[in-house]
T-cell receptor
Framework: AQKITQTQPGMFVQEKEAVTLDCTYDTSDPSYGLFWYKQPSSGEMIFLIYQGSYDQQNATEGRYSLNFQKARKSANLVISASQLGDSAMYFC??????????????FGQGTTLQVKP | DAGVIQSPRHEVTEMGQEVTLRCKPISGHDYLFWYRQTMMRGLELLIY????????DSGMPEDRFSAKMPNASFSTLKIQPSEPRDSAVYFC???????????FGQGTRLTVV
């Protein structure tokens, strides 16, 4: 069964510095999708970035980039030039592969990031 | 598009009462998910639909929980009877295909007293 693990319950970063949030996953299928979401204190879930297992390059979206290491089964989120508004909980998620014909989306436990001024 | 719309945003009810949560997915999205979020258990997938058909309801905690999707633009999650341990934030999300990101509604914060 697919599994997502986020081992950092909480992280601190100084404003304007970069931070890496860890995510490892487990799947036996070669085809899958990985996602990161942000949940600020207001509670909404905001989609940040997507990486497909066959994508040749690491995904980037503005200040967000995904450090995808397929052999290690890791998909770490890198936030560059942290801002106070980045303080939130961050979730890594995986979409079950097409071969399973289900499209199930499962989440890790989340990492709380606090940006210090 | 207005995004995924959930109602109500907040619900406070007494133990034993029936609770119905509502969701309108983004138009054209084939997948609809119901999640429950608590401090202890994080984000749990309760059930999801593909083209209005329930695909996997293995996350539904008990028979007290039921979900329906009578058409492509509406889904409900019902708890009957409700219990204090059902208190949580319930999210609905939809995605275009099985390979794309899911967009979430604002959530319903349920408190059962």
């Amino acid at each position: 069964a697919q599994k997502i693990t986020q081992t950092q319950p909480g992280m601190f970063v100084q404003e304007k510095e970069a931070v890496t949030l860890d995510c490892t996953y487990d799947t036996s299928d070669p085809s899958y999708g990985l996602f990161w979401y942000k949940q600020p204190s207001s509670g909404e879930m905001i989609f940040l970035i997507y990486q497909g297992s066959y994508d040749q390059q690491n995904a980037t979206e503005g200040r967000y980039s995904l450090n995808f290491q397929k052999a290690r089964k890791s998909a770490n989120l890198v936030i560059s030039a942290s801002q106070l508004g980045d303080s939130a909980m961050y979730f890594c998620a995986m979409r079950e592969p097409p071969s399973s014909n289900t499209g199930k989306l499962i989440f890790g436990q989340g990492t709380t990031l606090q940006v210090k001024p | 598009d207005a995004g995924v719309i959930q109602s109500p945003r907040h619900e406070v009810t007494e133990m034993g009462q029936e609770v119905t949560l509502r969701c309108k997915p983004i138009s054209g999205h084939d997948y609809l998910f119901w999640y429950r979020q608590t401090m202890m258990r994080g984000l749990e997938l309760l059930i999801y639909f593909n083209n209005n058909v329930p695909i996997d309801d293995s996350g539904m905690p008990e028979d007290r929980f039921s979900a329906k999707m009578p058409n492509a633009s509406f889904s409900t999650l019902k708890i009957q009877p409700s219990e204090p341990r059902d208190s949580a934030v319930y999210f609905c999300a939809s995605s275009l295909t099985r390979n794309t990101e899911a967009f979430f509604g604002q959530g319903t914060r349920l408190t059962v007293v």
